[in-house]
């Protein structure tokens, strides 16, 4: 259901197709970042790969939604570059699968981890960088950019999880002095990704 | 081996400060003051179309007379409806108040990144805008019709068909608001919304039998906070503002306050003497009057915490009172005069016809409807 309501999420905020790049960051982010929502990890264990985040279960889970008709797969290709062969594809939301989550949204547990999912595309969809670039800044998370490759990352647990730990230490007391909302938190740390994408840039552009 | 334990000082320190000032000097801009959930979507597409009206008839100098209505639709699967429509995505829409609006059609997400244009001839009435929805299949969609002569807005939350609420566009600078202001403001969003069985909100499930919707403690908070901020001309009041005691529904920003009041917190609760059971459409469960006053309590209790929590000078409790009678929970306003937290009772209406005798008899006896502000 979770990659249902990503997709959902993503159909929303209009930054589909997903290209499996995409995607998997957004898996990545989306998991990292649940217990800022008291949402439990669904997979919190990841090696560090050179192209980013990849889930091969999250793959398995994609390419199964395209076969029972709830995902639609498109524009799937094989290329080779200097990292290896590799695929891409293009996936959106059939009719039917928009149709199964409005039914399981009944539910109040997936109603919260699709409004959270919501948020966190939505704040994705608000980075102001380029369209192939937002993608890129996402590799700026704080526990991806600092791992080695191929070198687990472990975030099960959330006293683990650096990412969400640094979400909550970026929004600090928060702007107006007071506790910040865990929406809050969730924007502001895609922000920062944003701004440390552009200074990143200027830096390289300078160099 | 024991597993090393991360602190959060050193997440902190993975984090470039630099930037997190960057972030953080933002004053929050950018955070969408409402959730995300299908009720909050609802409410920040009517502003987002509010807004941009607004910003049109500015750039206009105001109502435009001869001008055709144009409708803005909200999507679910913006991108794909590009395609299926042959629309033109429009680059920094909001940002140009000055694209000529005027007969057209248009699908956009609930904040307005992402907007375009359906190819359909223009549309000069809005039974020409009613027809061209049922022709792209978007007549069960939430949208807003923009009528830029008027300088009004349909609101149709369910589609057509749907109940629909009209707009007036306002302008001009805001005064820092009294409490007394405020409570205005929130007596108006009931008139409209939530008084009688037709407001826009439709909260009733079964109005005869006095059962309101599912969720609708959520529905107000999202509409008020849209209602509110349209009032405001600005982003000033937010919901689910997270606290460290809970979340509270709805709170308004100092800067739109006079500086004595500074922010204010306002707590939510619905008041019910039935509840739907989701067994099915029609089933439902009574719920006794003392629940009701227990539910009232914790609100004012909440209302308190709420109100220490973000710093504000003032507290009020808002019972949307969807009872069977329309009568004052004395425990409770007792309880909140103790505490300081400001008590109103506004009472849902199951008929036109029970608001219309409701108001009958508060006129001869020289009162006000509960909650009612003159």
Known sequence: MWLLLLLDAAERAGVTPLSVGRLHRLVYLANAMAPVYDILTPDGYILKYKRGPFFPAVQWDIDRLGAQGLARVANLQRAEDELGWWFDADYTLTKRGMGAVDAAKGLTEIAAKGSFLREVVKAFAAMELPEDERDAALLGDVAYAKADDQAPIDFRTASENLTSLAATAIAGKGYEGHQVSRRAEVHLYFRYLERLWARQSGARNSA | ?374
């Open chain 2, 1 to 374: 081996m024991r597993r090393r334990r991360l602190a959060p000082a050193f997440a902190e320190a993975l984090v470039d400060v630099g930037i997190v000032a960057e972030v953080r000097g933002g004053a929050g801009a950018g955070v969408p003051v409402l959730p995300s959930s299908d009720e909050g979507a609802e409410a920040a597409f009517f502003l987002a179309a509010y807004f941009y009206a607004q910003a049109w008839l500015v750039e206009k100098g105001g109502p435009v007379a001869g001008s055709s209505p144009c409708v803005f639709v909200l999507s679910r699967s913006i991108r794909q409806e590009i395609d299926r429509l042959s629309a033109e995505p429009i680059d920094y829409f909001k940002a140009l108040p000055a694209h000529d609006v005027r007969g057209n059609v248009y699908i956009a997400t609930e904040d307005f990144n992402v907007v375009a244009k359906a190819a359909h001839p223009i549309c000069g009435s809005p039974a020409a805008i009613g027809t061209a929805l049922r022709t792209m299949e978007l007549a069960s969609s939430l949208h807003a019709v923009f009528q830029p002569d008027r300088g009004e807005l349909i609101l149709c939350r369910l589609g057509l068909g749907g109940p629909t609420s009209l707009v007036t566009i306002e302008f001009g600078p805001v005064d820092r608001m009294q409490p007394i202001d405020l409570e205005r403001m929130v007596w108006r969003f009931h008139q409209e919304f939530t008084q009688t069985p037709s407001g826009t909100l439709m909260p009733w499930l079964l109005a005869g039998k006095n059962v309101p919707i599912q969720k609708l403690e959520l529905r107000i908070s999202s509409m008020l906070c849209y209602f509110l901020n349209s009032k405001l001309s600005g982003m000033y009041v937010s919901t689910e503002h997270y606290t460290p005691h809970g979340r509270l529904d709805i709170k308004v920003a100092a800067n739109v306050m006079v500086p004595e009041v500074g922010h204010c917190a306002l707590e939510l609760k619905v008041l019910r003497s039935c509840l739907p059971s989701g067994a099915s459409s029609t089933s439902y469960t009574t719920v006794t009057l003392q629940a009701m006053v227990d539910h009232a309590t914790d609100g004012v209790l909440q209302a308190v915490n709420y109100r220490a929590d973000i710093g504000a000078g003032m507290a009020y409790l808002y019972c949307f009172d969807a009872r069977i009678d329309d009568a004052d929970q004395a425990e409770v306003i007792a309880l909140a005069a103790a505490q300081d937290v400001q008590v109103r009772r506004l009472f849902m209406y199951n008929s036109p016809k029970a608001h219309r005798k409701a108001m009958l008899i508060a006129q001869k006896a020289g009162t006000l409807l509960s909650g009612q502000v003159d």
